[in-house]
């Protein structure tokens, strides 16, 4: 079993920038892929940014490439998400996942349903 728990949350002006965090414990997290995903309200959860076990690998939704950067330290457990040029579009709430499988697959998953343990979601709100 894995606990994942998020911080970094907040309001922000548009333009501005938030770095989120998530703290894994349990089981060995640099076993682990880990993806960050977001939902707004009415809206399906979508998959934001995902990292390979190693952190050499990253994958990106088209909608924050080149504004986000995922990024882990496996000797702090932690992985984190830096987001920049925020727009009000990327209000959501932000959840962090982890993959139990990818260091046996390699593949960085960007389905939801590839994701074994979820966080308990932070609130980032980008005001106009």
């Known amino acids: 079993q894995v606990q994942l728990i998020e911080s970094g949350g907040g309001l922000v002006q548009a333009g501005g920038s938030l770095s989120l965090s998530c703290a894994a414990s349990?089981?060995?997290?640099?076993?682990?892929?880990m993806g960050w995903f977001r939902q707004a309200p009415g809206k399906e959860r979508e998959f934001v940014a995902a990292?390979?076990?190693?952190?050499?690998?990253?994958n990106y939704a088209d909608s924050v490439k080149g504004r986000f950067t995922i990024s882990r330290d496996n000797a702090k457990s932690t992985v984190y998400l830096q987001m920049n040029t925020l727009k009000p579009e990327d209000t959501a709430v932000y959840y962090c996942a982890a993959d139990a499988t990818q260091r046996i697959t390699q593949r960085i998953r960007i389905g939801r349903q590839f994701y074994d343990y979820w966080g308990q979601g932070t609130q980032v709100t980008v005001s106009s």
């Open positions: 990292i390979s076990w190693s952190g050499r690998t990253t």
């Open positions: 349990g089981r060995t997290f640099s076993n682990y892929g």
